[in-house]
């Protein structure tokens, strides 16, 4: 019994961790607003809670899987398209040369910075244009 419960806190913690599905009208008025703002003409979309943000589920143009994630009071953080992985730049695929990469993203953050996320052995791989890797 004692090592189920360690297992279900286990659990538990690791579930809350990971953004939990809310419905749109437990969105602050804020953050649908600078939604609205930040990808004008969305309206299907699935809203996620996490660590004090709001991220925003959405298919962007052609059906490409789309994310924004916003700050509790509206602001703006990222934006997160799904690209192929050949579109990630070559100094990326250069540097990941042999490794099997599940998936890839682009992310755009509300400085104007662009990084590239890569999937590879279940580990998000964060990387700026020419390859550095970035936290």
Request: a negative charge; proline letters at 4%.
């Amino acid at each position: 019994m004692k090592y189920f419960m360690i297992a279900w806190c286990f659990f538990a913690t690791m579930a809350l961790s990971f953004g939990q599905k809310i419905k749109s009208d437990k969105v602050p008025d804020a953050v649908k607003m600078a939604f609205a703002k930040v990808h004008p003409g969305v309206s299907d979309i699935d809203w996620e809670q996490e660590d004090g943000g709001y991220e925003a589920e959405f298919d962007g143009p052609n059906d490409v899987e789309m994310s924004a994630v916003f700050a509790a009071d509206g602001k703006w953080l990222e934006t997160e398209q799904e690209i192929k992985k050949s579109e990630l730049p070559a100094p990326i695929l250069a540097k990941l040369k042999g490794k099997k990469i599940k998936e890839a993203t682009k992310i755009i953050r509300a400085d104007g910075s662009t990084i590239y996320e890569a999937e590879v052995k279940r580990k998000d791989l964060l990387f700026d244009a020419w390859g550095n890797t970035v936290k």
